[in-house]
């Protein structure tokens, strides 16, 4: 675990994911609010698959993003950007009531996901009482149930 010296921003954003189009994206453009407004949201990115990918928690949450190509006057663009706004990383499988007192938190305002078509099926098999159940809708749906079963008067955006 690093030592991490940037700052650690409230969570308000549950991201389903941790890979590199979120962290490069999503994690970014977050990186930037922060840095531009009074936005100040940090990012909680939940790993919900089997991916033998290393937990960004290793890393204090810290990752850099590399801009490569031409910016607005065409001029060659190569930007490291070190990204500050993940928080912390969260498995679902391991840490599954972690997963469902995030919605109990009513700073959490915003829920991201790149799960495409191949990710969102049916799973016949999943049950409310799954801990966790095993497909992304399948997930989503119970930290819904459960943000509106405690903060009805809140929910997310």
């Known amino acids: 675990m690093l030592n991490r010296q940037q700052p ?19 994690g970014w ?10 936005f100040d949201g ?3 990115a ?21 801009l490569r ?11 490291p950007r070190l990204i500050t706004s993940l928080n912390r990383q969260l498995d679902i499988a391991e840490d599954f ?10 700073k959490m305002r915003f829920i991201f996901s790149n799960t ?6 049916f799973e016949a098999g999943d049950r409310f009482e799954d801990r966790p159940p ?8 119970r930290l819904l149930y459960e943000r509106y079963k405690v903060l009805p008067e809140v929910g997310f955006g």
């Open 8 to 26: 650690r921003y409230p969570e308000r954003i549950i991201q389903f994911g941790t890979g590199n189009f979120l962290r490069g994206f999503v």
């Open 69 to 79: 190509g031409l910016d607005d006057e065409g001029q060659v663009l190569d930007a």
């Open 46 to 66: 939940l790993k919900s698959t089997d991916s033998r990918q290393p937990s960004l928690n290793e890393q204090d949450g810290l990752y850099t993003v590399l």
């Open 97 to 106: 009531e972690g997963f469902l007192a995030l919605a109990h938190d009513p």
């Open 134 to 141: 095993s497909s992304f809708p399948a997930k989503l749906t």
């Open 116 to 121: 495409t078509e191949a990710g969102i099926y």
């Open 29 to 38: 453009q977050i990186d930037l609010i922060n840095e531009q407004s009074d």
């Open 42 to 44: 940090g990012i909680v």
